[in-house]
C-alpha cells in the first residue's frame, strides 16, 4: 500500500505539472505586459514623416531585433526578430529562453531592415489563437474582409500593411517560399500563383510595391502552411491606428523623441512570477500550525493538561512530587497558549508574503528573492512548535488520576 500510494502521488504531482506547462506555454505565448511596453513609439518630424522611436530598449532585450508586427483586431502583435538560420528562433523566445512556443522571426534570407522587394516572416500556430494562431481565421471570408490592415514598425521606418490574399499550401512551395535576390522578376508568377490558389484575396498591389508574407503550419495537412499575404506601404500620419503609440499621448509635440523607460512587470520579468521553494515552505509552514494528520492529537493537549491540573489543583500542597506536576502542567499551557498564537502570526504572515510577492499565472521558477524570507517564515515556525508544543515535565500517572485521556493515550 505504501508503494501504490507512492506511484500514485508521483504520477499525480507529474500530471499536475504537465498541465501546468500546457498551461503556462499557451499563456506565455501572447505578448506579455513586460513586453508590450516596451513597443517602439510612433512618432513624426516636422514634415509628417513616420519614425518609430524606442528600438534601443528592445534591442537592449534582444539585439536581433528588427521590427514589431501587428494585425488590428487580431492577436497578432509583437516583435520580430531575425536569426542567422530559419531555425534559431523556431523554439527559442525573444529573451533566448528555450520555449516550443518560439518567436516571430523574419526569414533569415531577408535585409533585416525589409529593404527587399519581398519579405517573409514565420510564426508557430498557437490553438489558442497566440502568435500566428490567427492566421487560419483568414480562411474565413468573413474574418478576410473585417480584418485586412495592420503595421510593421521598423528601425528604418514605419508601414501600414494591406491584407489583399491568404493561401493555404505546403512548406516545400517554391513560389512562395522564395528569399533570393532578384525574386521580385517572380511576380507575375507568384501573382498568377495567389490568384489561381488562393483562399481569399481581394486585389493585388502593384509590381512596384513591396509585399509581406505572414506564415504558419497547419494541422490539416502534413506539412501543411497557411499564408498571409500583405502589401508594405509607407506609413499615412492621417491614420490613427497608431494613436497610442504616438508621441500625443505622452504630452509629447510631433518630432519631439519619447523616452520609455524599463519597468517590466510581466511573464519573463523578475517581479511576477511564482517560486516552487516559496510554495513548499508556505506549505509546510501552514501544516505547522494545522497539522494534516495529527490535528487533533496536537491541540487536544492543551485541553488535556488544562483539566488534569485542576484535578490535582486541591493535592499540590500536600504532595511535592504532585505540585511539580501541577507547575509543570499549567506552564505547558501557557507555553501552548503563546505557541498558537505565534504559529497564527507566522502562517498568516507567510500567507500574505506568498500573496502580494508570488503570481501563479506566471511563469514558474526554483526560487526568488523572497525565498529566504519564506524559510525563515517556516524555520520559525517549526522552532516555535518545538518549543511551545513538547511537554517535557512529570507525565501524569494513573495513581494520581483515576481518569486517563483516551484520546491522547496519556
Not at 498541465?19 to 506555454?25: E, M, P, R, S
Not at 510612433?42 to 513616420?50: K, L, P, R, S, V
Request: charged content about 25%; overall charge negative; proline content about 2%.
Amino acid at each position: 500500500m505504501a508503494f501504490v500510494l507512492l506511484a500514485a502521488s508521483l504520477l499525480f504531482m507529474y500530471g499536475m505539472y504537465v498541465l501546468y506547462d500546457i498551461f503556462y506555454t499557451n499563456q506565455s505565448a501572447f505578448v506579455s505586459y513586460d513586453l508590450l511596453q516596451y513597443r517602439p513609439v510612433q512618432t513624426y518630424d516636422e514634415d509628417g514623416n513616420a519614425k518609430s522611436e524606442g528600438f534601443d530598449e528592445l534591442k537592449m532585450i534582444n539585439p536581433d531585433t528588427v521590427g514589431w508586427l501587428e494585425l488590428f483586431g487580431t492577436h497578432i502583435n509583437y516583435p520580430v526578430v531575425q536569426g542567422n538560420d530559419d531555425l534559431e528562433y523556431l523554439n527559442k523566445d525573444i529573451y533566448g529562453n528555450a520555449t516550443l512556443t518560439g518567436s516571430i522571426y523574419l526569414s533569415a534570407g531577408n535585409s533585416a531592415g525589409f529593404d527587399d522587394w519581398y519579405n517573409i516572416i514565420y510564426g508557430h500556430h498557437m490553438e489558442n489563437g497566440a502568435m500566428f494562431g490567427d492566421i487560419d481565421k483568414y480562411l474565413d471570408k468573413d474574418y478576410f474582409d473585417t480584418h485586412n490592415s495592420g503595421v510593421l514598425q521598423t528601425e528604418e521606418g514605419t508601414y501600414d500593411l494591406r491584407i489583399f490574399a491568404c493561401i493555404s499550401t505546403d512548406s516545400y512551395n517554391g513560389t512562395i517560399y522564395n528569399t533570393d535576390s532578384g525574386a521580385e522578376e517572380l511576380y507575375p508568377e507568384l501573382k498568377d500563383y495567389i490568384n489561381e490558389h488562393a483562399v481569399n484575396v481581394s486585389a493585388l498591389p502593384e509590381q512596384n510595391d513591396s509585399l509581406l508574407a505572414l506564415s504558419t503550419c497547419t494541422d490539416a495537412v502534413t506539412n501543411g502552411r497557411i499564408v498571409l499575404f500583405a502589401s508594405l506601404e509607407p506609413h499615412d500620419p492621417s491614420n490613427d491606428s497608431l494613436a497610442d503609440y504616438t508621441g500625443k499621448n505622452n504630452n509629447s509635440s510631433a518630432g519631439n523623441k519619447v523616452t520609455k523607460m524599463m519597468k517590466a512587470v510581466g511573464h519573463y520579468s523578475n517581479s511576477d512570477h511564482w517560486a516552487f521553494l516559496n510554495l513548499v515552505s508556505l506549505t509546510l509552514t501552514v501544516l505547522t500550525f494545522l497539522p494534516f494528520f495529527s490535528l487533533r492529537k496536537k491541540y487536544r493537549q492543551l485541553g488535556y493538561a488544562r483539566r488534569k491540573s485542576k484535578e490535582i489543583k486541591d493535592q499540590k500542597d500536600t504532595d511535592k512530587r504532585i505540585k511539580t506536576l501541577y507547575d509543570d502542567l499549567r506552564r505547558f499551557v501557557y507555553k501552548m497558549r503563546a505557541g498558537i498564537v505565534i504559529e497564527l502570526l507566522i502562517a498568516v504572515t507567510a500567507v500574505l508574503i506568498f500573496i502580494f510577492t508570488e503570481d501563479m499565472s506566471k511563469r514558474l521558477v526554483l526560487r526568488d528573492k523572497y525565498t529566504w524570507l519564506m524559510i525563515v517564515a517556516e524555520a520559525l515556525a517549526l522552532t516555535a512548535d518545538f518549543i511551545c508544543f513538547r511537554y517535557r515535565g512529570i507525565r501524569p500517572e494513573e495513581n494520581i488520576s483515576k481518569e486517563t485521556d483516551k484520546d491522547t493515550g496519556k
